[in-house]
């Protein structure tokens, strides 16, 4: 009998998450990547003036990130440690061009590419990014959860 209920119970949990994300409409999806987008596009806005609190402000307290330059994913303390870096290095000049985006339930995922001309400290570079940015919904408002950029690879 255990068995059954909690089998019952599975079953209940997955319908309910399959009839959360299938309730969103294409509206509702274009309103949700718009929003996330001019959160995405406001973090290299400030980024480019030195400035991550902007970024930090908008992830959730379970944040992992993978930078290109680590070897590993860190957590949240890692990227307040980035933030401290950032501080005055505000040369870098970038644009940013979305990909695609998915959607389901409370969970999104944007994929962008940003091209660098110039690092933070002012250098000249010829760079390019994939990125990919999980965002969670937590209350009314989209946090940042996940995310990896890597340097765009010849193809």
Known sequence: MLTFTRSLTAAFLTLSLCASASAQTADEKTEIRDAIWVKEQAIYVNRAQGDLEYYVQNTSLNYVGWPPSAAKPLPLTGLKAD?????????????????DFALSGNTAVIYYTNKRSVKPDGTPVDETFENIHVWTREGADWKLVGAMSRHQPKR
């Open 83 to 99: 933030a401290k870096r950032m501080v005055g290095q505000n040369k870098e000049k970038l644009t940013m061009e979305f990909t």
